[in-house]
């Protein structure tokens, strides 16, 4: 996933090339293909809005001719190193319009541009929220309220082709928010705009993408992905190509050594979902297909007993087994496809040489030898997360009620999910597991490589400064509870 080298030199080298390579497409990106393009610049974003506003398309002011200020062209993010308070409305380029911040008690009548998006600081970094709505989320804005699941995940630009295959198997909404600092930031819009051009059509109709930066690193401008998509008429995307034509190269983490702040990314993608309930999953983990109606059904049967018994705001999450499967072979879609890979030999759980315990659900070899009919789904087992599955690191539908992940964890330190889940063991969540649906990774079994190790043991002595710290703020906030 990072660039790793053992060579010093050969990495120095590596590094510089990649740096000039990108500086160089960026340059070219920006400057030959949009000379003749007026660009349109958000400056600073609205507080949110009313999200039943939203549905609707947010336009921007008809063109207003305003006189632009020709500066040479240069790269339109900041460093660290120079970000000094530029003043942003002085510093356009020659094909750069000013937009103002939209003021959101005026009459829109005037617009007719997309966009639906609102930043927010946290902490250090910036969050573009909506930044390219799902189609579906305009036209069908009622079906991704109730009556839905969304699946919402993050990830960099290097994994965002998962998306199409999730969208493929959800039938539902999906969430997804996408780490972007500095000169990731053209690329994965760009990877974005072709998975919406060339991938399956549910990219463009259930797929609502977010952006994460840090704030030093953020464009001075961020430009519409309408006035990004424009681009696409000076290079026209080949869909038969595959992603290869488009890899233009960003080694930003790399080079800044930018850990990857998973749980912001995490947070940000589930509170944007629309809909009750959200599956909160990692970008690599395959569904199995027909969860939503199936699960919806369950709620409903579950609602009403809930209704019987007298139970008010029951504590439970819906949590699915895991699966590796090996290169080879293609994720399996129904339990029956995945029962067989697992008698065969070529399925695995999740992790399972690498974290055997993060997997280990009760009776789970008892969940291989049961079948359900095909159409159905149940709950296998109720359990708590306690001794001895404390190292549990269950993936579930669950709701924005639940406690949100720390977000100074980062994904190097590892153990990213764990204070979370140690959170719902002491507010004594009940953990059901399913019966009849999975979640698989993107084929290739994962092993324990040392340099991996070596590379991220520093993010791990961080995280695990901060987690020690989280529990103990949690016991003081829950009291202790036996068995967590
Ligand atoms: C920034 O630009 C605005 C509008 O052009 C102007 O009013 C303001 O004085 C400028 N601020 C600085 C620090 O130059
Ligand atoms: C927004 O527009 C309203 C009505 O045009 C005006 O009264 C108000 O001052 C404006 N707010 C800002 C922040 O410009
Ligand atoms: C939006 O404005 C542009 C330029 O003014 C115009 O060409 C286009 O037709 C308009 N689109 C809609 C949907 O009104
Ligand atoms: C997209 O979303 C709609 C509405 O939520 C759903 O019916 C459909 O199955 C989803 N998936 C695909 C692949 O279109
Ligand atoms: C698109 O890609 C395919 C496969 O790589 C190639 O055969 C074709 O010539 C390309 N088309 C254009 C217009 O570049
Ligand atoms: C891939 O799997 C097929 C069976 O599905 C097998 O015949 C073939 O040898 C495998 N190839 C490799 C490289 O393991």
Redesign the pocket.
């Known amino acids: 996933m990072w660039l790793r080298n053992e060579g010093r030199l050969f990495g120095v080298v590596f590094v510089l090339f990649n740096v000039l390579l990108a500086v160089f497409n960026v340059l070219n990106y920006r400057v030959t293909s949009r000379a003749t393009v007026p660009c349109v610049v958000i400056v600073a974003p609205t507080p949110a809005p009313d999200p039943r506003q939203q549905h609707r398309r947010a336009p921007l002011p008809?063109?207003q001719a305003r006189t632009a200020v020709p500066v040479p062209p240069s790269l339109t993010w900041t460093d660290p190193g120079n970000a000094v308070s530029e003043n942003q409305t002085a510093s356009t380029t020659p094909h750069t319009r000013i937009l103002l911040p939209r003021n959101a008690t005026e009459p829109e009548e005037s617009y007719?541009?997309t966009s639906a998006w609102d930043t927010e600081i946290r902490d250090k970094y910036t969050i573009v929220k909506r930044y390219i709505p799902a189609d579906g989320f305009f036209l069908r804005p009622s079906g991704f309220d109730e009556g839905s699941v969304t699946l919402s995940t993050q990830g960099t630009f290097e994994f965002l082709h998962h998306v199409s295959e999730l969208c493929s198997r959800w039938d539902g909404p999906l969430s997804v928010s996408v780490y972007a600092p500095g000169t990731d930031l053209p690329v994965a819009v760009r990877k974005i705009l072709f998975l919406r051009r060339c991938g399956p059509i549910c990219v463009r109709t259930n797929v609502t993408w977010h952006l994460a930066y840090e704030t030093v690193l953020a464009p001075v401008r961020l430009e519409s992905p309408e006035e990004m998509a424009e681009l696409e008429q000076y290079e026209p995307f080949n869909c038969s190509a595959g992603f290869g034509p488009l890899e233009l190269v960003s080694e930003i983490r790399s080079s800044k050594k930018l850990p990857y702040p998973i749980n912001v990314a995490r947070n940000v993608a589930r509170q944007l979902a629309t809909t009750r309930y959200v599956l909160a999953s990692d970008i690599e983990l395959y569904p199995s297909l027909n969860i939503v109606q199936r699960f919806l059904q369950l709620v409903s049967r579950l609602a009403e007993k809930d209704k019987n018994a007298g139970i008010v705001k029951p504590r439970r999450v819906f949590t699915f087994p895991i699966f590796e499967i090996k290169k080879n072979f293609s994720a399996p879609k129904t339990k029956a496809e995945l029962v067989k890979r697992v008698k065969d030999g070529h399925a695995i759980f999740f992790h399972k040489w690498v974290c055997d315990a993060c997997q280990n659900f009760p009776r789970r070899d008892q969940w291989l030898r049961s079948l359900p009919p095909e159409d159905s789904l149940g709950v296998f087992e109720v359990t708590k997360r306690q001794m001895p599955r404390t190292a549990w690191e269950p993936i579930y539908i669950g709701t924005n009620e639940e406690p949100l992940y720390d977000e100074r964890l980062t994904w190097e330190g590892k153990r990213d999910k764990m204070s979370q889940m140690y959170e719902l063991c002491l507010m004594d969540y009940d953990f059901y597991v399913l019966d009849n649906a999975f979640l698989v990774h993107a084929p290739g079994i994962k092993t324990l490589s040392n340099l991996d190790q070596r590379r991220r043991a520093p993010f791990m002595y961080k995280n695990n400064a901060v987690h020690n710290k989280l529990l103990a703020q949690m016991k003081k906030k829950y009291g202790s509870r036996k068995g967590c």
């Open positions: 008809a063109p007719n541009y």
